[in-house]
Structure formats: structure tokens, C-alpha cells
């Protein structure tokens, strides 16, 4: 949890000005219960974090239905 609330990236905000829909996936994932939110790098890739496996592959079931390009993994 305590990273989820410190994720930080400074070019987010000049990305999602020029591409919204960034802001618009960042808004999804929190909105289905992810922790956090991000924009990896300069983009396009936007990661959430969810507490466990289970709230991950909720999240994705949502998610799959709106976005082509989705997957769970884990940190190692």
C-alpha cells in the first residue's frame, strides 16, 4: 500500500495533456480498485497495483472489455 500512495512520474502531466485517454486508463484502474495508479517512463504503458492476485484479475475482467492490450503480472 505504501508505495501505491507514492507513485510519482513528472512527465505525466505534459503526456496526458497532449493524450488524455492516458489520464482516462489511470482513472479506470483506480475507479476498479487499484491502490495506485501510473504512467510508466514517457509513456504509453500505464500500470496499476492492486493488493492481491484476486483484486488484480477483477480488475482485468473489467478492464479486457475496454481496453486490447491488458495483462496481470507480479513484481519479482
Do not use: H
Not at 505534459?14 to 479506470?28: C, H, N, Q, V
Amino acid at each position: 500500500r505504501g508505495i501505491a500512495k507514492n507513485l510519482f512520474n513528472s512527465f505525466e502531466e505534459l503526456i496526458i495533456k497532449k493524450y488524455p485517454e492516458i489520464g482516462k486508463i489511470k482513472d479506470r484502474l483506480i475507479e476498479e480498485g487499484a491502490l495506485g495508479a501510473l504512467m510508466s517512463g514517457s509513456g504509453p504503458t500505464v500500470f496499476g497495483i492492486a493488493q492481491n492476485k484476486e483484486q488484480a484479475l477483477k480488475i482485468y475482467k473489467k478492464l479486457k472489455l475496454e481496453y486490447k492490450s491488458i495483462w496481470v503480472v507480479q513484481t519479482i
